[in-house]
């Protein structure tokens, strides 16, 4: 009679998954019904995209309208003078020298 | 899920259990993860049984993939940015095997899985599937993903170098 081919390996193999199977941990077929009831409720992928949309859009509009106006906010640094500028200069600058100069060197401002 | 997937997983679970072992290189824990992925994996229908094959062969397929997933999840863990975020999540994760369930393993058991750890990857899964779960040559390539040619080159190779492996180990023990 034939010995089995390879009984020695066949032997030790066997022996390692006698070993294993103590040690396996036991069936738990509760696992895969929650699993199932989890899917059932699961939420479509377009949800959370388009929330977090609407949160930025909404954060974006908050910021922008809570922005204070910057002419108002801003305190007043130079007070509008009643008179025009330069109004006391005279516009006919003559000084006392001036009957001095020849006429066409006496400057007229304009 | 169907009554008769739930009673064909229940009638695979050990068997299946031994496999996701073999995957993750004896690391009791992740074992238990790995398949507790690819139950939830089946339960939650984003896989389907095809019938193109048997039961089984497709099941371990499912779990093998579960764990090389489940390895580069460990790898990324491993890495340095990785390390960097476990020590600030204060989570860690132990790949040993933990002391107690080591005594509970025999030597004999060590041994081999010793020896499985020092062929290539193919070679032990070939020769696991083979010896271990009882499967044809041409299963154990349904379930590997390659060609039949293939996995005959791999298991004879495989035979050969586990049996001088284990062959010194035999005369230091007689």
């Known amino acids: 009679m034939n010995p089995e081919p390879d009984h020695d390996l066949r032997a030790r193999f066997s022996a390692q998954r006698r070993a294993d199977q103590e040690h396996a941990p036991a069936w738990h077929p509760r696992v ?24 930025l859009l909404s954060l974006t509009l908050l ?35 001036d009957f001095l100069l020849p006429t066409y060197l006496t400057i007229q401002l304009p | 899920m169907e009554r008769e997937t739930a009673d064909q997983l229940e009638s695979l679970h050990p068997e299946a259990f031994g496999w996701a072992l073999h995957c993750c290189a004896g690391d009791h824990s992740r074992a238990e993860d790995v398949m ?9 229908d984003r896989l389907k049984f095809a019938a193109s094959s048997s039961f089984k062969t ?21 890495s340095l940015l990785g390390k960097l975020l476990l020590q600030l999540s204060g989570d860690s994760h132990d790949p040993r095997p933990s002391p107690s369930r080591q005594v509970e393993l ?21 020769l696991h599937l083979v010896f271990y779960q009882d499967l044809s040559i041409s299963e154990a390539a349904a379930i590997m993903k390659v060609s039949i040619g293939s996995v005959r080159q791999h298991y004879e ?7 001088s492996l284990l062959q010194p180990n035999t005369d230091h023990e007689s």
């Open chain 2, 36 to 44: 507790q992925n690819a139950y939830l994996k089946l339960a939650s």
């Open chain 2, 58 to 78: 497709w099941w371990f397929g499912v779990i093998r993939l579960t764990a090389h997933e489940e390895f580069r999840r460990l790898r990324y863990r491993e």
């Open chain 2, 106 to 126: 025999d030597e004999q058991t060590l041994q081999l899985r010793a020896c499985l750890s020092q062929l290539p990857a193919r070679q032990a899964e070939v």
């Open chain 1, 32 to 55: 895969l019904q929650a699993a199932s009831k989890a899917s059932e409720f699961r939420l479509p992928c377009w949800l959370p995209i388009t929330a977090a949309a609407c949160l």
């Open chain 1, 63 to 97: 910021q922008r309208s809570e922005t204070p106006d910057l002419v108002a906010a801003l305190p007043v640094l130079f007070e509008e003078p009643d008179e025009p500028l330069f109004a006391s200069l005279d516009n006919t600058s003559a000084n006392p020298s």
């Open chain 2, 157 to 163: 190779r495989g035979k050969a170098r586990m049996r």
